[in-house]
């Protein structure tokens, strides 16, 4: 099963209840209460869904980790570019 169809198919169970918390579909005698708490729960848990994906990506950034190596061997290509563009009659 990949990772979509999981998402999906827990987005269909949570919804699924939802729904018949909230409509009483199947008639089971719900105190007014339930209902009441469960209406505005899709907003909740999409507020909820934000906060969680913005503070992973802060903390990613966060923690991102800085590789000299890399960034020196990137510039020396960059150069080799360069140069080789120029050789070919490329003006810059």
């Known amino acids: ?54 503070a992973t990506v802060g903390y990613r950034v966060a923690t991102f980790n800085d590789s000299e190596e890399a960034a020196k061997e990137l510039q020396e290509q960059i150069k080799e570019a360069k140069e080789d563009l120029r050789k070919r009659g490329l003006k810059m």
């Open 1 to 54: 099963m990949t990772k979509l169809l999981e998402w999906l198919f827990g987005v269909s169970v949570v919804g699924a209840v939802w729904a018949v918390v909230t409509f009483d579909l199947l008639n089971l005698s719900l105190p007014q209460t339930y209902r009441e708490v469960a209406w505005p729960m899709p907003v909740y848990l999409l507020v909820s869904f934000g906060c969680y994906s913005l």
